[in-house]
Protein backbone atom coordinates (compact mmCIF):
# COMPACT_ATOMS: atom_id res chain seq x y z
CA UNK A 1 0.00 0.00 0.00
CA UNK A 2 1.27 3.76 -0.54
CA UNK A 3 2.15 5.29 2.39
CA UNK A 4 0.72 8.54 3.79
CA UNK A 5 1.80 11.79 2.21
CA UNK A 6 3.28 14.44 4.30
CA UNK A 7 0.64 17.17 5.60
CA UNK A 8 0.43 19.90 3.51
CA UNK A 9 -2.59 23.17 2.75
CA UNK A 10 -5.40 21.57 1.16
CA UNK A 11 -7.85 24.34 -0.67
CA UNK A 12 -11.25 22.86 0.27
CA UNK A 13 -12.87 24.80 -2.43
CA UNK A 14 -16.71 26.50 -2.99
CA UNK A 15 -17.19 26.37 -6.47
CA UNK A 16 -19.34 26.36 -9.04
CA UNK A 17 -18.16 24.07 -12.30
CA UNK A 18 -14.69 25.40 -13.09
CA UNK A 19 -15.00 28.71 -10.93
CA UNK A 20 -14.19 28.50 -7.62
CA UNK A 21 -16.09 31.05 -5.52
CA UNK A 22 -13.68 30.79 -2.20
CA UNK A 23 -11.79 28.07 -0.34
CA UNK A 24 -10.73 27.47 3.01
CA UNK A 25 -7.13 25.90 4.02
CA UNK A 26 -6.75 22.90 6.08
CA UNK A 27 -3.56 21.23 6.45
CA UNK A 28 -4.08 17.35 5.00
CA UNK A 29 -2.03 14.29 5.40
CA UNK A 30 -3.10 12.73 1.70
CA UNK A 31 -4.02 8.88 2.34
CA UNK A 32 -3.62 7.54 -1.34
CA UNK A 33 -5.12 3.98 -2.05
CA UNK A 34 -3.10 1.91 -5.26
CA UNK A 35 -4.87 0.72 -7.62
CA UNK A 36 -4.38 -2.90 -6.18
CA UNK A 37 -5.31 -1.15 -2.90
CA UNK A 38 -8.80 -0.61 -4.47
CA UNK A 39 -9.72 -3.44 -6.65
CA UNK A 40 -8.59 -5.94 -3.28
CA UNK A 41 -10.52 -3.45 -1.37
CA UNK A 42 -8.02 -3.19 1.38
CA UNK A 43 -8.63 -0.12 4.22
CA UNK A 44 -5.50 1.84 4.14
CA UNK A 45 -3.73 2.16 8.21
CA UNK A 46 -3.81 5.99 9.33
CA UNK A 47 -1.02 7.19 10.56
CA UNK A 48 -0.72 9.80 13.72
CA UNK A 49 -1.68 13.02 12.97
CA UNK A 50 1.25 15.76 13.66
CA UNK A 51 -0.29 18.72 15.60
CA UNK A 52 -1.66 21.49 13.48
CA UNK A 53 -2.73 19.28 10.78
CA UNK A 54 -6.75 19.59 10.47
CA UNK A 55 -6.89 15.63 9.48
CA UNK A 56 -6.51 13.50 6.37
CA UNK A 57 -7.38 13.25 3.22
CA UNK A 58 -7.93 9.16 1.30
CA UNK A 59 -8.19 8.94 -1.92
CA UNK A 60 -9.77 5.90 -3.90
CA UNK A 61 -11.51 4.45 -1.13
CA UNK A 62 -13.77 1.43 -2.15
CA UNK A 63 -16.70 3.17 -1.93
CA UNK A 64 -17.89 -0.36 -0.30
CA UNK A 65 -15.42 0.47 2.55
CA UNK A 66 -16.59 3.69 3.59
CA UNK A 67 -17.88 2.41 7.01
CA UNK A 68 -15.54 0.73 7.86
CA UNK A 69 -13.14 3.22 7.31
CA UNK A 70 -14.93 6.17 8.97
CA UNK A 71 -14.84 3.16 12.18
CA UNK A 72 -11.12 3.15 11.92
CA UNK A 73 -11.17 6.78 12.13
CA UNK A 74 -12.06 7.15 15.60
CA UNK A 75 -14.59 9.41 16.21
CA UNK A 76 -13.24 11.96 12.78
CA UNK A 77 -15.84 14.28 11.04
CA UNK A 78 -16.29 12.67 7.37
CA UNK A 79 -17.17 14.51 4.30
CA UNK A 80 -17.25 12.77 1.06
CA UNK A 81 -15.45 15.30 -1.65
CA UNK A 82 -16.11 13.11 -4.63
CA UNK A 83 -17.10 9.78 -6.42
CA UNK A 84 -15.75 8.06 -9.44
CA UNK A 85 -15.33 5.08 -11.32
CA UNK A 86 -10.91 4.43 -10.71
CA UNK A 87 -10.73 3.20 -14.22
CA UNK A 88 -8.30 0.43 -15.48
CA UNK A 89 -7.27 -1.47 -18.37
CA UNK A 90 -5.99 -5.23 -18.53
CA UNK A 91 -2.95 -6.07 -20.48
CA UNK A 92 -3.11 -9.43 -20.19
CA UNK A 93 -6.33 -9.41 -23.02
CA UNK A 94 -4.12 -8.39 -25.63
CA UNK A 95 -3.73 -5.75 -28.10
CA UNK A 96 -6.85 -6.83 -30.46
CA UNK A 97 -9.27 -8.02 -28.08
CA UNK A 98 -9.04 -4.92 -26.30
CA UNK A 99 -9.17 -3.04 -29.45
CA UNK A 100 -12.21 -5.30 -30.80
CA UNK A 101 -13.70 -4.62 -27.35
CA UNK A 102 -14.26 -1.28 -28.17
CA UNK A 103 -17.87 0.17 -29.33
CA UNK A 104 -17.80 -0.22 -33.53
CA UNK A 105 -18.14 4.31 -33.36
CA UNK A 106 -14.87 4.28 -30.78
CA UNK A 107 -12.93 2.15 -33.34
CA UNK A 108 -14.00 3.97 -36.24
CA UNK A 109 -13.35 7.61 -34.56
CA UNK A 110 -10.00 6.26 -33.84
CA UNK A 111 -8.96 5.49 -36.72
CA UNK A 112 -10.66 8.26 -39.04
CA UNK A 113 -8.90 10.76 -36.16
CA UNK A 114 -5.41 9.24 -37.14
CA UNK A 115 -5.95 9.12 -40.84
CA UNK A 116 -6.63 13.14 -40.76
CA UNK A 117 -3.56 13.61 -38.24
CA UNK A 118 -1.46 10.93 -40.73
CA UNK A 119 -2.28 13.06 -43.83
CA UNK A 120 -2.08 10.04 -45.87
CA UNK A 121 1.26 9.50 -44.63
CA UNK A 122 2.64 7.53 -41.20
CA UNK A 123 1.62 8.80 -37.67
CA UNK A 124 4.85 11.03 -36.09
CA UNK A 125 4.77 9.56 -32.69
CA UNK A 126 7.80 9.79 -30.96
CA UNK A 127 8.54 7.39 -27.95
CA UNK A 128 11.40 7.64 -25.19
CA UNK A 129 12.04 5.61 -22.45
CA UNK A 130 15.89 6.47 -21.42
CA UNK A 131 16.81 8.95 -18.87
CA UNK A 132 18.22 11.72 -22.02
CA UNK A 133 15.45 10.74 -23.83
CA UNK A 134 13.14 11.65 -21.01
CA UNK A 135 15.13 14.74 -20.70
CA UNK A 136 14.29 16.03 -24.10
CA UNK A 137 10.51 14.94 -23.99
CA UNK A 138 10.20 17.14 -20.86
CA UNK A 139 10.94 20.11 -22.93
CA UNK A 140 8.76 19.74 -25.50
CA UNK A 141 5.93 18.62 -23.54
CA UNK A 142 6.44 21.53 -21.58
CA UNK A 143 5.80 23.84 -24.04
CA UNK A 144 2.50 21.88 -25.15
CA UNK A 145 1.55 21.87 -21.56
CA UNK A 146 1.76 25.70 -20.82
CA UNK A 147 -0.95 25.53 -23.88
CA UNK A 148 -3.62 23.45 -22.15
CA UNK A 149 -6.53 24.08 -19.84
CA UNK A 150 -5.34 21.91 -17.65
CA UNK A 151 -2.26 24.38 -16.94
CA UNK A 152 -3.93 27.91 -17.29
CA UNK A 153 -7.26 27.00 -15.53
CA UNK A 154 -6.31 24.29 -12.94
CA UNK A 155 -3.49 24.42 -12.21
CA UNK A 156 -2.25 20.72 -13.25
CA UNK A 157 0.20 20.96 -16.09
CA UNK A 158 3.48 19.01 -16.39
CA UNK A 159 5.57 19.93 -13.50
CA UNK A 160 8.79 22.04 -14.19
CA UNK A 161 10.61 22.01 -10.98
CA UNK A 162 14.25 20.44 -10.41
CA UNK A 163 12.30 17.87 -8.18
CA UNK A 164 9.65 16.53 -10.71
CA UNK A 165 12.65 16.58 -13.31
CA UNK A 166 15.23 14.52 -10.83
CA UNK A 167 12.15 11.91 -10.25
CA UNK A 168 11.64 11.37 -14.02
CA UNK A 169 15.22 10.90 -14.76
CA UNK A 170 15.39 8.50 -11.74
CA UNK A 171 12.32 6.08 -13.02
CA UNK A 172 13.85 6.62 -16.38
CA UNK A 173 17.09 5.49 -15.11
CA UNK A 174 15.40 2.36 -13.53
CA UNK A 175 13.51 1.32 -16.41
CA UNK A 176 10.02 2.75 -14.85
CA UNK A 177 8.67 5.51 -17.18
CA UNK A 178 7.46 6.11 -20.11
CA UNK A 179 6.51 8.89 -22.50
CA UNK A 180 5.16 10.00 -26.05
CA UNK A 181 4.89 13.08 -28.17
CA UNK A 182 2.32 13.14 -31.36
CA UNK A 183 3.66 15.68 -33.93
CA UNK A 184 1.59 17.33 -37.08
CA UNK A 185 3.43 18.89 -39.80
CA UNK A 186 6.23 18.96 -37.77
CA UNK A 187 4.78 20.44 -34.77
CA UNK A 188 4.52 19.02 -31.45
CA UNK A 189 1.00 18.80 -30.22
CA UNK A 190 0.15 16.55 -27.67
CA UNK A 191 1.72 14.50 -24.57
CA UNK A 192 1.91 11.62 -22.53
CA UNK A 193 3.69 11.22 -19.46
CA UNK A 194 3.15 7.55 -17.19
CA UNK A 195 5.16 6.20 -13.92
CA UNK A 196 5.50 2.75 -13.34
CA UNK A 197 4.87 0.86 -10.14
CA UNK A 198 5.51 -2.64 -9.84
CA UNK A 199 3.78 -3.95 -13.37
CA UNK A 200 1.43 -0.49 -13.46
CA UNK A 201 1.31 1.93 -15.55
CA UNK A 202 0.16 4.98 -13.79
CA UNK A 203 -1.59 7.68 -16.49
CA UNK A 204 0.20 10.37 -14.80
CA UNK A 205 -0.14 13.32 -17.08
CA UNK A 206 -1.62 14.31 -20.39
CA UNK A 207 -2.02 17.21 -22.74
CA UNK A 208 -2.91 18.56 -26.13
CA UNK A 209 -2.30 21.95 -28.00
CA UNK A 210 -6.50 23.24 -28.23
CA UNK A 211 -5.81 25.14 -30.73
CA UNK A 212 -5.59 21.35 -32.73
CA UNK A 213 -9.01 20.15 -30.63
CA UNK A 214 -10.88 19.20 -33.60
CA UNK A 215 -8.13 16.22 -34.27
CA UNK A 216 -8.53 14.86 -30.57
CA UNK A 217 -5.13 14.32 -30.98
CA UNK A 218 -5.33 13.14 -27.10
CA UNK A 219 -7.18 10.27 -28.08
CA UNK A 220 -5.01 9.07 -30.96
CA UNK A 221 -1.81 9.28 -28.77
CA UNK A 222 -3.10 7.71 -26.13
CA UNK A 223 -4.15 4.75 -28.73
CA UNK A 224 -1.03 4.62 -30.00
CA UNK A 225 0.39 4.58 -26.69
CA UNK A 226 -1.41 1.43 -25.67
CA UNK A 227 -0.23 0.11 -28.78
CA UNK A 228 3.28 0.05 -27.70
CA UNK A 229 2.34 -0.82 -24.35
CA UNK A 230 0.61 -4.07 -25.44
CA UNK A 231 3.49 -4.60 -27.72
CA UNK A 232 5.89 -4.82 -24.62
CA UNK A 233 4.26 -7.52 -22.73
CA UNK A 234 5.92 -6.95 -19.44
CA UNK A 235 2.62 -5.00 -17.38
CA UNK A 236 -0.23 -5.91 -15.65
CA UNK A 237 -2.88 -2.96 -15.65
CA UNK A 238 -2.76 0.63 -17.08
CA UNK A 239 -4.06 2.68 -13.94
CA UNK A 240 -6.11 5.46 -15.45
CA UNK A 241 -6.23 6.64 -11.90
CA UNK A 242 -8.70 9.26 -10.03
CA UNK A 243 -11.94 10.99 -12.12
CA UNK A 244 -13.98 9.96 -14.38
CA UNK A 245 -13.63 11.00 -18.10
CA UNK A 246 -15.20 9.68 -21.21
CA UNK A 247 -11.69 8.54 -22.81
CA UNK A 248 -11.36 6.56 -19.59
CA UNK A 249 -14.84 5.03 -20.15
CA UNK A 250 -13.90 4.05 -23.32
CA UNK A 251 -10.41 2.67 -22.85
CA UNK A 252 -11.07 0.60 -19.68
CA UNK A 253 -11.50 -3.09 -19.05
CA UNK A 254 -12.34 -2.47 -15.66
CA UNK A 255 -13.50 -0.06 -12.76
CA UNK A 256 -13.75 0.05 -8.73
CA UNK A 257 -16.66 2.39 -7.55
CA UNK A 258 -14.18 4.65 -5.39
CA UNK A 259 -14.34 8.23 -3.12
CA UNK A 260 -12.48 10.44 -1.99
CA UNK A 261 -13.06 10.70 1.59
CA UNK A 262 -11.82 13.64 3.91
CA UNK A 263 -11.60 12.98 7.49
CA UNK A 264 -11.49 16.30 10.15
CA UNK A 265 -10.46 16.69 13.24
CA UNK A 266 -13.84 16.97 15.44
CA UNK A 267 -13.41 20.68 15.98
CA UNK A 268 -15.81 23.07 15.96
CA UNK A 269 -14.14 24.87 13.11
CA UNK A 270 -14.02 21.94 11.25
CA UNK A 271 -17.74 21.13 11.70
CA UNK A 272 -18.77 24.54 10.27
CA UNK A 273 -16.72 24.34 7.41
CA UNK A 274 -18.31 20.98 6.79
CA UNK A 275 -21.37 21.81 7.33
CA UNK A 276 -21.17 24.79 4.84
CA UNK A 277 -19.41 23.11 2.20
CA UNK A 278 -22.17 19.72 2.06
CA UNK A 279 -24.87 22.74 1.91
CA UNK A 280 -23.37 25.00 -0.81
CA UNK A 281 -22.61 21.66 -2.65
CA UNK A 282 -26.59 20.66 -2.41
CA UNK A 283 -27.45 23.93 -3.29
CA UNK A 284 -25.58 23.91 -6.45
CA UNK A 285 -26.53 20.31 -7.29
CA UNK A 286 -29.76 21.27 -6.39
CA UNK A 287 -30.01 24.25 -9.31
CA UNK A 288 -28.06 21.86 -11.95
CA UNK A 289 -30.62 19.78 -11.69
CA UNK A 290 -33.24 22.61 -11.94
CA UNK A 291 -31.26 23.81 -15.28
CA UNK A 292 -31.14 20.37 -17.34
CA UNK A 293 -34.79 19.82 -16.24
CA UNK A 294 -35.92 23.30 -17.99
CA UNK A 295 -33.29 22.61 -21.12
CA UNK A 296 -31.05 25.41 -20.38
CA UNK A 297 -27.76 23.13 -20.05
CA UNK A 298 -25.86 25.26 -23.03
CA UNK A 299 -26.90 28.57 -21.53
CA UNK A 300 -25.47 27.43 -18.56
CA UNK A 301 -22.22 26.57 -19.76
CA UNK A 302 -21.64 29.74 -21.26
CA UNK A 303 -22.42 31.97 -18.29
CA UNK A 304 -19.82 29.31 -16.36
CA UNK A 305 -17.71 29.91 -18.73
CA UNK A 306 -18.20 33.90 -18.64
CA UNK A 307 -19.26 34.35 -22.30
Known sequence: MTAAHPAKPVRLKFEIGARTLFAVRRSLARVPLTLEDAIESRL?????LERGTHGY??????????????????????????????????????FD?????????????LKRKA?????????DVRRFHAPHELEAFHAVARQISQRTYQERLLGSGLPD?????????????ADRARAWLLYIAGEPVAYLYCPVLGDTV????????PAFNDLSPGAVLQLEAMRDLFAEER???????????????????GGVACIDLLLLRPSLANRLTMAALGGFNA???LAKRAVNAAGLEKLAKRVRRGA
Do not use: C
Open 161 to 173: GPEFVREMLALAA
Open 235 to 253: FGRFDFTEGEGQHKRQFAT
Open 44 to 48: PVLPP
Open 97 to 109: AWFGGLSSNARQG
Open 115 to 123: KKIAGGGAL
Open 202 to 209: IYAHVGHD
Open 283 to 285: SVA
Open 57 to 94: SVTSLPEDRQAAMLHASGGMLPFVRQRYTRYYLDFEIG
